[in-house]
């Protein structure tokens, strides 16, 4: 890994391990992003915008110091996702966000990796109590938002796209 992204932390899960995004991700990313799927997360995207997705999130990390842990299988090194916290430029406070690839889903895979960024968030950088932007056609990751303990806040708008707005409870005592 390079030294710029040396300071992202590594999380393990007991079955994932959620790490700095790199260049390597970006044919999966691309392809992810050029489908329909995509459009929950500011998809569809051409490969050059695949490409400005992977920079902005190693920029994110660079300039706010946390961001999206790209999340590792630790059984086979599978990429399938990502997860964690982004606060950009209209945000109303910063999110805990959550993606994985089709072949990942149905496992806990986004469970898992979302309490562990939650956890880490609320430990290491003060950020507790989160909230969660989810399209209100998004049936999966509202009841991911209720598994992980989050209430439903109010609605609201994300870069002027009507969602609701999920409230995750404070992690520390």
């Known amino acids: 890994m390079s030294a710029m992204l040396d300071h992202i932390p590594v999380l393990d899960t007991q079955r994932l391990t959620l790490r700095a995004p790199k260049k390597a991700d970006l044919p999966t990313l691309t392809a992810f992003f050029e489908t329909e799927r995509s459009h929950m997360v500011g998809g569809p995207a051409d490969a050059t915008g695949a ?8 920029g994110h990390w660079a300039v706010l110091g946390y961001g999206l842990w790209h999340i590792d299988s630790r059984e086979n090194g599978d990429f399938l996702g990502w ?3 982004i606060n950009p430029p209209g945000w109303d406070e910063p ?16 469970f898992e990796a979302a309490r562990a960024a939650r956890a880490f968030a609320a430990q290491e950088f003060k950020l507790d109590g989160l909230i969660s932007y989810i399209h209100p056609d998004n049936t999966r990751s509202r009841a991911l938002a209720e ?14 796209t009507p969602c609701q707005i999920w409230r995750h409870p404070k992690e520390a005592a």
């Open 51 to 58: 490409f400005t997705k992977l920079t902005a999130r190693i």
């Open 83 to 85: 997860a964690g916290i």
């Open 95 to 110: 999110e805990l966000g959550w993606t994985l690839f089709a072949h990942a889903e149905g496992k806990g895979y986004a």
């Open 147 to 160: 598994k992980l303990g989050a209430a439903y806040e109010r609605d609201g708008a994300v870069m002027g």
